[in-house]
């Protein structure tokens, strides 16, 4: 049982299949900076995501969000999902806000050069994107996006 002060504040239990409501729910604590709290909830360790040519996996997904952190501001909106017995798909608008003038050495350190955003402070950036999920447990164990 868990008993900290955070406990009520979202949802704990990973439903056995993804739906609209799950997924809201999870791009409602994404946008709330709490990737970390809920990494376990929605990834399956074997994670993979397929993206602009690069793999990432769990690890490393987390890795690249505290690197994005730092420098940008992160918000996801859906715009339509689709459901199927094996996963789901998710058009996404994801809208970048510079905290301050985005550097690309922290991207490079980390691994991940191709996900610097040239960007000053105050200045944003939005992707409009498609992504699929492979689903197990109600958790994500592979997503592919397309983004442009």
Known sequence: MNTSPNHEKFQLTTPA?????AYEN?????NLGKIRD??????DDSLEI?????TY???QLL????VTAEQLVESFELVNFYQAEDGIAAEVKTTFVAKKDVTKEPFEKCGFPEAYIELKKGESFVAHSLYTYKIKCGKFVFSRGFSA
């Not at 397929?50 to 690069?54: H, N, P, Q, T």
């Open 63 to 66: 890795r690249l969000m505290d």
């Open 26 to 30: 999870y791009l409602t604590q994404v």
């Open 38 to 43: 809920i990494a376990e909830q929605y990834y």
């Open 17 to 21: 299949k993804m739906d609209q409501a």
């Open 57 to 59: 996996n769990k690890t």
């Open 50 to 54: 397929s993206s602009g040519g690069v």
